[in-house]
């Protein structure tokens, strides 16, 4: 990585190497639908939940919701990383599983 006015770039083949791990990881995640049910009584009451039972931030709070609909779907592989502790401590909580790297 190079400086460019404070802040770090990647150039050359590490730009091309990490966006073509990215592409290659990206076929691996599961997307949670921007839609309509986003406004739906149970998830607003899921969120209401998180919100009382954990000092998250909004937007952690909704990665946190995004993950629990993800696993109560049917996915029991779910895995929840974060650079938050509180964020991740709480996933602990609700049983996702945290890999032993996040910080």
């Not at 939940?49 to 109560?72: C, M, N, T």
């Not at 602990?92 to 790297?101: D, G, L, R």
Request: proline share 3%; hydrophobic share 45%; aromatic share 10%.
């Amino acid at each position: 990585m190079e400086e460019n006015t404070g802040r770090a770039c990647l150039i050359g083949k590490k730009f091309r190497h990490v966006t073509a791990e990215f592409k290659r990881e990206y076929q691996h995640l599961i997307l949670v639908p921007v839609s309509e049910d986003l406004n739906s009584e149970d998830l607003n009451k899921l969120i209401e939940e998180l919100i009382i039972k954990y000092p998250l931030r909004g937007f952690d709070v909704i990665h946190l919701s995004s993950a629990l609909l993800i696993k109560q779907a049917g996915n029991l592989n779910t895995y929840f990383a974060a650079f938050d502790k509180a964020l991740n401590q709480a996933a602990k909580e609700e049983n996702i599983k945290v890999p032993f790297f996040s910080f």
